[in-house]
């Protein structure tokens, strides 16, 4: 069973972030201290930083229906939503170099027997969602 996102989901990340800047604001509010005030501004900005880069995956895949990727290993990890449950697909990674890595893709005669069936008939739409991430010359075809 894959992972499942729930439908609640964006309405828990607005909750944490309203809940977040409002102890921010109670806190800037209870110390007069020029150089405390400095202090909670700073935690609070990285905070509702950190909340909200670290919601991106889900965020994507919640509003997008897709999130382009993230590497694992040698591997680059295409994700979707389908009817709640995230599906994905690996495709394996090349170095480069220079902390470089190109994508392997399938060909168009190898693609259908290497992906799973929710991606066979969606090679060109999955290759323009991953050219958001990798340029062109970084995506090498086996064919």
Same mark, same amino acid.
């Given at each position: 069973?894959?992972?499942?996102?729930?439908?609640?989901?964006?309405?828990?990340?607005?909750?944490?972030? &309203? %809940?977040? !800047?409002?102890?921010? *604001? +109670?806190?800037l509010?209870?110390?007069?201290?020029?150089?405390? $005030?400095? #202090? &909670? %501004?700073? !935690?609070?900005?990285? *905070? +509702?930083g950190?909340?909200?880069?670290?919601?991106?995956?889900? $965020?994507? #895949?919640?509003?997008r229906g897709?999130?382009?990727?993230?590497?694992?290993?040698?591997?680059?990890?295409?994700?979707?939503?389908?009817?709640?449950?995230?599906?994905?697909?690996?495709?394996?990674?090349?170095y480069?170099?220079?902390?470089?890595?190109?994508?392997?893709?399938?060909?168009?005669?190898?693609?259908?027997?290497?992906?799973?069936?929710?991606?066979?008939?969606?090679?060109?739409?999955?290759?323009?969602?991953?050219?958001?991430?990798?340029?062109?010359?970084?995506?090498?075809?086996?064919?």
């Amino acid at each position: 069973m894959g992972e499942r996102i729930p439908a609640s989901f964006p309405r828990s990340v607005v909750m944490v972030m &309203i %809940a977040t !800047a409002a102890s921010l *604001a +109670l806190l800037l509010w209870i110390f007069d201290g020029i150089i405390e $005030r400095l #202090l &909670i %501004a700073a !935690a609070g900005f990285f *905070a +509702l930083g950190r909340i909200w880069s670290g919601t991106r995956r889900k $965020r994507d #895949l919640v509003t997008r229906g897709f999130h382009a990727g993230h590497r694992v290993d040698n591997h680059w990890v295409y994700e979707e939503l389908r009817d709640g449950e995230v599906v994905t697909l690996e495709l394996p990674l090349a170095y480069a170099g220079r902390g470089e890595f190109e994508i392997l893709i399938p060909g168009e005669q190898s693609w259908p027997a290497r992906v799973p069936s929710w991606a066979r008939d969606r090679r060109e739409q999955i290759l323009e969602r991953l050219n958001t991430v990798f340029k062109r010359s970084d995506m090498r075809t086996d064919d």
